[in-house]
């Protein structure tokens, strides 16, 4: 197995969670003996202070030719000034669409070990398992006409869905949830908006070709409440693009920190994996930032670019079983409050528990 993988660092934490995640990748493909190979480039506002733009032609040249982008967090404070196009956000927002992906996948899980990092009570997130599928490049984000008018008073923005947009995205949710639960859940606002009557049409006539799979419909604003009070209740949630970044984030607190949270888009010309939090400037260069959202964004670029779903799954369970032994950054001290360790020696312990899963099976097809 080849893989060549961009790794874009970015700013503030970025730098430092890859560095962690390219670590426990690199050990798969020691261990495993595959040729993963890294070729790190510019984003955000380090590619403003070395290149002059936040996306720079040779960062997305690599990127358009690569494997799979691996991505750490883009923004810094000190470009907070500068306008659109020339923000380090910007050059994020350039890359995903030239990648083109349009389903943004981010697995939500109520981790045990950490259960009281979470504002929701234990009885409550237990058993919590979801994977977020997003729309990612339709929507109110990108529908024309939009703009504020010229003396400032008004301005408008345009949700627009095109049936193909909403079959697309479909289809890689009733697929993952034949992997899962068998059930998607298709969030909608249908009872007001346009938009959303074509999204539960069209979301109903896919559901056809998954007789397997069951679904439901459910209206945002009162899914938004289950997703804190019953969330144990949801396997696959479906969702378009402003529901989607909404309720991401509001399913971020069941695991109980930004940290801990990954993401894969998919569906374009190459795969962009990317932990979910931002530069965390806070925090940047003093050993804090929890790395378990990077490395398990590593983990889905083995399971949906290389198919190497045994070795994601190792790596996933490594993430469980160092948490389990008390391994943890501060932002996961919790309401017990434990005692962090530098992220450094987190890295190491899923780099080593990594390492002895995956010797242990190939030990084990030797007998
Ligand atoms: P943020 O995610 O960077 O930080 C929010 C809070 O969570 C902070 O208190 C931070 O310390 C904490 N945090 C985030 N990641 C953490 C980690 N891995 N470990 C421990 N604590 C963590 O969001 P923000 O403060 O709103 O934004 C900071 C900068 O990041 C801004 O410039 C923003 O535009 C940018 N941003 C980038 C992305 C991205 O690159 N995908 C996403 C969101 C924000």
Known sequence: MNLRIVVLPGDGIGPEVTTQAVAVLQTVSDVCGYEFRFESHHIGGIA??????????????????ADAVLLGAVGAKKFDGLSGERRPEAGLLALRQALGSFANLRPVKAYEAIADCSPLREDVTRGANILIVRELLGGLYFGQPRGLSEDGLSASNTMRYHADEVERVAHVAFQEARRRKHLVTSVDKANVLETSQLWRRIVGSVAKQYPDVRVEHSYVDSFSMQLVSSPALYDVVLTENLFGDILSDEAAVISGSL???????????????????????????KGLANPFGAIQSAAMLLHYTAGLYHESEEIMRAVERTLSRGLITRDLSGRRNRPPVPADAIGQAVVETVSDLLQMQMAYHAV
Do not use: N, Q
């Open 259 to 285: 940290g801990m949270l990954a993401s894969a888009s998919v569906g374009g010309k190459v795969e962009l994996y990317e932990p979910v939090h931002g530069s965390a400037p806070d925090i940047a260069g």
């Open 48 to 65: 403003i202070e070395k290149e002059g733009m936040p996306l720079p032609e040779k960062t997305l040249a690599a990127c358009l030719e």
